[in-house]
């Protein structure tokens, strides 16, 4: 993925300057061409519709990264419940199963708070892994402990049945990120919309540097603010992962 090569922390100015760039440069050749080009207004009407589709394009990307990073938030809380309910179910457990148990659950959690942090795909893969190894492991402790008559166990099961199912949802909203075609095309009708405002800025020989300088670090800091919502483990704004921490700090093995 694109969002995924460079972190959101370096796009922000150097978005900023491809936009300020594509600003001088349209109001550099319309300067140039304003003796012989299109009238002034019949420019700004068409900057105006561009700015209206770039309107649009970013309350949707932004929409949708942002109801990922919420997704991928609530999960982590799911996460942590899950983990701590099985943990104070695994108390009820006969004492001689609860001490290994315990002790899987604390490795699990702390493999959990970490997963993808620091961004890096092999890394993201093997805490996969290791989660699932683990996970094998709790499996492979309740079987021995599995007994129909017991309302303790069967409420064990239950639980471990819910970390398994947040284990690869989480995993999975790791991986997938917004498409590519979307970033692209929002960069390509900021690009186009910004330089037909510099354009019309040229043709109508009106100095407006300050006010393009203005629109683009704005138009940069919301179109990045995608990418940045994108990068779970990168970026100014990073997936909170305290409530697996504080359930962590709770199990004691």
Do not use: C
């Not at 982590?76 to 199963?97: D, F, K, S």
């Amino acid at each position: 993925m694109l969002d995924q090569l460079i972190d959101a922390t370096i796009l922000y100015p150097l978005v900023a300057i491809l936009f300020l760039g594509a600003a001088e440069i349209g109001a550099f050749i319309g300067f140039r061409l304003r003796a012989r080009a299109h009238k002034a207004e019949d420019m700004g009407t068409l900057a105006v519709s561009a700015l209206g589709l770039l309107a649009l394009l970013l309350a949707f990307s932004l929409s949708h990264a942002l109801s990922r990073y919420e997704i991928r938030r609530d999960m982590v809380l799911e996460e942590a419940n899950a983990i701590g309910a099985t943990a104070h179910l695994a108390l009820m457990l006969p004492e001689e199963a609860q001490q290994p148990i315990l002790g899987l659950l604390h490795d699990y959690s702390a493999i959990r708070i970490n997963l993808g942090f620091p961004y890096n795909p092999v890394k993201l893969e093997q805490d996969g892994a290791r989660s699932a190894e683990i996970l094998s492991g709790l499996w492979r402790k309740a079987a021995t402990i599995a007994d129909p008559q017991s309302l303790s166990a069967h409420r064990f099961i239950n639980a471990l049945e819910e970390m398994t199912k947040l284990q690869e949802a989480r995993l999975t909203a790791h991986r997938y990120h917004v498409p590519d075609a979307v970033y692209l095309t929002l960069l390509g009708v900021a690009v186009v919309a910004i330089g037909f405002t510099g354009y019309q800025a040229g043709l109508s020989g009106t100095k407006l540097r300050a006010a393009n300088l203005t629109m683009a670090v704005t138009l940069a800091i919301v179109t990045v603010l995608v990418v940045d919502l994108d990068q779970p483990a990168r970026g100014l704004i990073q997936l909170p992962t305290q409530a697996l921490v504080e359930v962590t700090k709770d199990i004691h093995p």
